[in-house]
């Protein structure tokens, strides 16, 4: 964060494509006319990270920008920009990893999005342009309180395609539909290889990187605490480049699952429990499962804390790999919060203890 606009120089600067630029140019001229709503938020994100069993410390620091711009009815503009700042890069060797907003490349701009959603009464939504899947699937009450990256988004996604996940995207188109009250259909599909160059976002090349879906049907019925019990299943399916033996395209499907069921009421406090999975049932060559369960409780003394234990445990080829977290978050006031948290990570057969402190900060109209 403290590079942000150091880094950020003319002689730097990577024009866009001309499809990027089109759009761009298209949504200003629309917006000037439109005499729009516009809502915003700025978050920031710093944690320190110790790895207790060799002493190692990693910094990472995260800061995003969000705009989302009325044009005409039921239509919007939304956009998303992110910022990293990450030292020592080497603090743990495993694929579960423990932070989910820690990336080894230092940036000073990420586009995540930038797309044009528009919503069709109360009975669908659809939106074209560049997105990041995180927050259409994976951002749930209680997995957004764990800070271990596969609570962000499964393995058996991040592992098996160059996905539109964090600090990624790619061009889409995202639909949403809700026949029922309580019941929330979504699909996606997205250019097969997502990244976060402004020159290879804004294409569609599926010749040449293939195509990534997914898709989740989703049951919430609301209960007495603050967050309503939540059924989904879903599927992954695509065609993305292939690594090590396989060459060309190389076809991958799964099927995931996310539960979150509250359970018990004490006091002012919401006890729930968390499950979710996920299996590949095409292409297991790299990770090919994935399991966690964890509880949460929400609604703790006037502060309203959240606290919760949570396990995850991934199957890959290399070997099993276990992440046992435990974290609270605490607001301190209305935009500034602290999270501790405490990780067991065993993987190949190494274990390794690390404990993480990280400040959050937030602004907006949102």
Same mark, same amino acid.
């Given at each position: ?17 001309? @499809? ?22 700025? /978050?920031?994100?710093?944690? %320190? ?8 410390? %990693? ?11 009325? @044009? ?101 188109? $995202?639909? /949403? ?30 010749? $040449? ?45 799964? !099927?995931? !699952? ?36 964890? !509880? ?28 046992? /977290? ?21 993987? $190949? ?18």
């Amino acid at each position: 964060m403290v590079r942000f606009i150091q880094s950020v120089g003319l002689q730097s600067f990577t024009p866009p494509s001309k @499809l990027a630029a089109a759009i761009v140019i298209m949504l200003c001229a629309t917006i000037g006319r439109a005499q729009p709503r516009v809502t915003w938020a700025v /978050e920031g994100n710093t944690e %320190v990270g110790w790895n207790m069993s060799d002493g190692k410390v %990693v910094w990472v620091n995260l800061l995003s920008a969000g705009i989302d711009v009325g @044009l005409w009815k039921g239509a919007h503009l939304e956009g998303e920009a992110i910022s990293t700042y990450t030292t020592n890069k080497n603090v743990s060797d495993n694929l579960l990893g423990f932070s989910n907003i820690y990336t080894p490349t230092n940036k000073a701009f990420r586009l995540i999005q930038a797309s044009l959603g528009q919503h069709f009464g109360q009975w669908a939504y659809v939106s074209v342009g560049l997105r990041n899947i995180d927050t259409d699937y994976f951002t749930s009450p209680s997995t957004s309180l764990f800070t271990a990256p596969a609570d962000a988004d499964f393995p058996t996604l991040s592992n098996n395609y160059p996905l539109a996940t964090y600090p990624m995207a790619a061009l889409g188109i $995202h639909i /949403e539909a809700y026949p029922v009250n309580g019941l929330t259909v979504k699909a996606s599909i997205y250019n097969g290889a997502a990244d976060e160059s402004l020159k290879r976002q804004f294409r569609v090349k599926p010749g $040449h990187d293939g195509y990534f879906s997914i898709g989740s049907v989703t049951y919430e019925r609301e209960n007495r605490g603050e967050n309503p019990a939540s059924y989904t299943i879903g599927y992954i399916a695509g065609r993305a480049p292939g690594d090590g033996d396989d060459e060309g395209l190389v076809g991958k499907s799964g !099927l995931w !699952l996310l539960v979150e069921q509250p359970f018990m009421y004490v006091g002012t406090t919401q006890w729930c429990l968390l499950m979710q999975g996920s299996v590949m049932t095409r292409y297991t060559k790299n990770t090919h499962g994935y399991w966690g369960t964890g !509880l949460t409780v929400n609604g703790i003394g006037k502060r309203n804390i959240q606290a919760g234990v949570a396990v995850n445990r991934m199957h890959d080829r290399t070997g099993n790999e276990l992440d046992a /977290e435990a974290t609270c978050l605490v607001p301190l006031n209305d935009w500034l919060s602290v999270q501790p948290a405490m990780h067991f990570i065993r993987s $190949h057969s190494r274990e390794i203890v690390v404990g993480m402190l990280r400040f959050s900060v937030a602004f907006g109209n949102k």
